[in-house]
C-alpha cells in the first residue's frame, strides 16, 4: 500500500516538475521540419501568434479546423495563426501531411507547418503538460498568454489583441487546472495499480488500495473508483457487486445512470451474469423518479441481453416519453425508437 501511495506522489511531482511551459513563460522556439502552406514564420518576438497543434488523424482537430480560420480572418493583420502538424503516424508523413492540407483548401486558410520529429510537440506541448490535441498557445511580444483549446479560444485571443487580457489571472487557471489533471493521474494511477493487483489475485491488497486512492471529493473521480469496483466484483464478489450496485441505484443520476451502462455493457460479455445484471436493469427501469431517457435506455438494452424483451419494452417506452419531452441528441432518440421496435417484436402476443 505504501508503495502505490509513493508511487501517486512521485506522479505528482514528476507531473509538476516536467510541466515548464505555462501563461507569463517565454514561448520555445518554432522549429519545424518545413512549412507546408503559408508563410514561414519563426519571430514570435513582437505581435499576436497563435500556435495551434494538430494532426492529419485527428478528428477533433479537422473539426476546429475552420473555426480556427474563421479567426485567422476576423483577426487579419493583428494575429498571425501558424498549425503545427504532430505526432503523425506513417512512412511518408511529410507527404500524407501536405495531402491532407491541400485537401483542405480554403478551410484551412492559415500558416501550417510539419513537425521536425517531435522538437515541438516536446519543447511545447510536453512542456506544458498538454496531453491531447488540438492545443492552442496564444502569445504576445514572445510570452505566452493562454493555453487552451482552440474552440474555446475566441474570448482570450480577442482580449490579448485588445490588451485588456488578464494574464496574472490566467496564469492562475492555468496552474490550478494542471494541479487537477495531475491529481487525477496520481489518483488514476492508484486505481489502476489496485485493480492490477486484485486481478492477479491479490484481491484484498487491490481492494484497499483503489477505496484508499485520494479523490479530494470529486464525484466524477469517485464514480471512476465504483465504476472499476463494480468490474472487479461482478464475477468475484458477488455479495460486494450488489452493495455497490445498490448504493449507486439509490444515488441516483449519474452514477444510476452509469450503473445502468455497465449492466448493458457487461451482459454483452460472454460468461457474464445476466440474470444478476438484469436484475438490477429491471430495478432501474421501473423507478419512478428515474427520468432520464439515456438511463432508461440502456437499462432496457440489459434487460434485452438478458431475454426480457417485455420489461425491455417498457423501458424503452418510458425512455421514449421523456425523450420526447426533453433534449437529447438525434441520434440517441433514432437509436432508442430502433431498440423499441426490436423489443417490441420479441414480446409474445397476450392472445
Sequence with gaps: MRGVIASAVALLAAFSSAQSLGP?????????AEFVKGQTVTDLS????????WATWCGPCIVSIPHISELAKKHQGKVTVVGVSVW?????????VKKFVDG??????????????????????????????PAAFVIKDGIVQWIGHPMNMDEPLAQVIAGTFDLEASKAAFKAEMEAEAKMAAFMGAVQAGAKAYREGNMEAGRTQIMDADSGGDAGLNLQRNMTLLGLFV??????FRRLANEMFAEGGSARLNL???????????????????????????????TNAIAL?????????????????????????????????PAFVTDLNKAADDARSKVKPAW
Design 260 to 290: 445502468a451502462y455497465f449492466c448493458y455493457n457487461t451482459s454483452r460479455q460472454a460468461n457474464s451474469n445476466k440474470a444478476l445484471l438484469g436484475k438490477i436493469a429491471e430495478r432501474i427501469a421501473g423507478e419512478s423518479s428515474e
Design 24 to 32: 507569463g513563460v517565454q514561448a520555445p522556439p518554432i522549429k519545424v
Design 46 to 53: 513582437k505581435g499576436v501568434f497563435v500556435v495551434e497543434f
Design 104 to 133: 483542405q483548401g480554403d478551410k484551412m486558410s492559415y500558416n501550417v507547418a510539419r513537425d521536425e520529429g517531435m522538437t515541438m510537440a516536446e519543447t511545447w506541448m510536453q512542456a506544458a503538460g498538454q496531453n491531447g490535441i
Design 88 to 96: 503523425e503516424r506513417g512512412d511518408d508523413i511529410a507527404g500524407m
Design 297 to 329: 435506455y440502456y437499462a432496457g438494452m440489459a434487460l434485452m441481453s438478458s431475454e426480457n424483451a417485455e420489461a425491455a419494452l417498457r423501458s424503452f417506452e418510458r425512455a421514449q416519453g421523456y425523450a420526447a419531452a426533453g433534449e437529447y441528441p
Design 235 to 240: 464475477n468475484s464478489e458477488p455479495l460486494r
